[in-house]
């Protein structure tokens, strides 16, 4: 399974573009891939939760939620695990 620093750099390389398409959104990416972008925090949230719920993503894989901005002021990393079809967090740095 790969660390946190997978979705920093992915976030970096895709933050240019980011910035220029959904200043002030935020991004959801788990690994090397971008999830999606929403419109606040709750719906990132509620996104990668149905991710996991879904199965989509691996038990206890690294999701980054971070502010799409220059300087980001909300970056949200935590290892969901589903427990009986619900996605629980391990742990949230913020």
């Given at each position: 399974?790969?660390g946190?620093?997978d ?8 933050k ?10 935020f ?10 972008v ?22 206890g ?7 799409v ?16 079809g619900a ?8």
């Open positions: 399974m790969h946190a620093e979705e920093e750099r992915t976030f970096e390389a895709l240019p573009d980011l910035v220029r398409s959904h200043p002030g959104w991004a959801v990416i788990c690994g090397r891939r971008l999830l999606g929403f419109e606040t925090v709750d719906e990132a949230l509620l996104a990668s939760s149905r991710a996991f719920e879904a199965r989509l993503l691996p038990d894989a690294p999701v980054l939620i971070t502010e901005a220059e300087r980001t002021a909300v970056r949200v990393m935590a290892r969901p695990y589903a427990r009986g996605a629980t967090s391990g742990t949230i740095e913020i």
